[in-house]
């Protein structure tokens, strides 16, 4: 009985085992198929499912490095913040354009008002506000315009404001 019991948990501590380093983020993981029963399919599958989310995981990091490029070397400057009004992104333009050294605590509505925009986080987010609105800033004796826009992570909830400034 102890044999046959150290047969089947052998194979499902292994699985544990190789799960908990996918969770990890290890996606190159994989299980060595020895039987063809049940825990046999479940390690193939395992395998398969692992490689799927790598191949995921690759895709996303390709566009997101294409993105980051793109926002990089654009000529115009780009704010994204979240729904908590802290910024997410800015483009290097963007922190040149509005004379920035350090973004990490910019409060969209803090920020805004200084340049009397006349916007609120709130009201764009709470509202629903799904059209564009344009702006005209003055910082340091320079003028631009502003192009505020909400933009949504899935299709049902507002994430957070983009701002391009040109």
């Known amino acids: 009985g102890f044999i046959m019991a150290k047969t089947i948990t052998r194979p499902i501590a292994n699985l544990t085992k190789k799960a908990e380093g ?18 046999g399919k479940l ?11 790598k191949n995921s995981m690759e895709e996303i990091a390709q566009e997101k490095n294409k993105l980051e490029t793109v926002l990089r070397y654009m000529t115009d400057g780009v ?3 979240n729904v ?4 997410m992104h800015i483009n290097p ?3 040149t354009m509005l004379g920035l050294y350090d973004e990490s605590e910019i409060i969209f509505d803090e920020f805004f008002s ?8 709130a009201e764009m987010i709470y509202l629903e506000h799904f059209a564009t609105i344009e702006r005209d800033l003055h910082v340091n004796g320079k ?12 299709n049902d909830k507002l994430s957070g404001v983009v701002v391009v400034i040109q």
Do not use: P, W
Request: with cysteine.
């Open 22 to 39: 996918l969770a990890r983020g290890r996606f190159d993981v994989r299980i060595d198929v020895k039987s063809k029963d049940e825990i």
């Open 43 to 53: 390690a193939k599958t395992f395998n398969y499912m692992a490689s799927m989310i």
């Open 79 to 81: 704010m994204a913040f």
């Open 84 to 87: 908590n009004q802290h910024i």
């Open 93 to 95: 333009v963007a922190k």
């Open 114 to 121: 200084q340049f009397d925009a006349g916007i609120c986080m």
């Open 143 to 154: 003028y631009f315009k502003a192009y505020f826009a909400t933009f949504k992570i899935d």
